[in-house]
T-cell receptor
């Protein structure tokens, strides 16, 4: 159980275009979803936290107008990279949390590799 | 700001050797999780430890949570090439819903 999928698994886009990445919890309802960014050989950097039906909370230094997050349902969150530039190229990973209990566990998607040319 | 430092950053060993990875912080965490990540994939949860001093075993992997819930260790016995990957610890801070990830330890086990 606790499977999270991401789509697409990789995408190449031209500079200036927008790209949408989907994150779905397949067998559970996710009260909270998280979006991370990971650079080569580095750890995960949290970008934002999204709760279903409310606005996402962005980490310091993350441009909310550039990285649009929508958590429209308990099983789907989307990250849209707007006006992408080569420096936005990275590995984007989402995770989902099943409940607000503590200790909680996050289940991660397989990641999306974005390359901006 | 809560930080988790992992050591070593990189470890290259031969099959059959033992190793320990450390995850340290000056902050107290409600729980701590260990993940393994392979290239091009998302992290996979290995274990969650909650109680100070708690020890959990997962086959050849032994996880320990420090008594003060500020640090943790991962010990692998008789490492195998399949253990190769990036090991990440992550802590849940008191009152926070997000995880703080450690700096990561990259393990390479050669046959």
């Amino acid at each position: 159980g606790a499977v999270v999928s991401q789509h697409p698994s990789w995408v190449i886009c031209k500079s200036g275009t927008s790209v949408k990445i989907e994150c779905r919890s397949l067998d559970f309802q996710a009260t909270t979803m998280f979006w991370y960014r990971q650079f080569p050989k580095q750890s995960l950097m949290l970008m934002a936290t999204s709760n279903e039906g409310s606005k996402a909370t962005y980490e310091q230094g993350v441009e909310k107008d550039k990285f649009l997050i929508n958590h429209a349902s308990l099983t789907l969150s989307t990250l849209t990279v707007t006006s992408a530039h080569p420096e936005d190229s990275s590995f984007y990973i989402c995770s989902a949390r099943a409940s607000r209990r503590s200790p909680y566990e996050q289940y991660f998607g397989p990641g999306t590799r974005l390359t901006v040319t | 700001t809560q930080l988790l430092e992992q050591s070593p950053q990189f470890l290259s060993i031969q099959e059959g050797e033992n190793l320990t990875v450390y995850c340290n912080s000056s902050s107290v965490f409600s729980s701590l999780q260990w993940y393994r990540q392979e290239p091009g994939e998302g992290p996979v949860l290995l274990v969650t430890v909650v109680t100070g001093g708690e020890v959990k075993k997962l086959k050849r992997l032994t996880f320990q949570f420090g008594d003060a819930r500020k640090d943790s260790s991962l010990h692998i016995t008789a490492a195998q090439p399949g253990d190769t990957g990036l090991y990440l610890c992550a802590g849940e801070g008191t009152g926070f819903q997000k995880l703080v990830f450690g700096t990561g330890t990259r393990l390479l086990v050669s046959p």
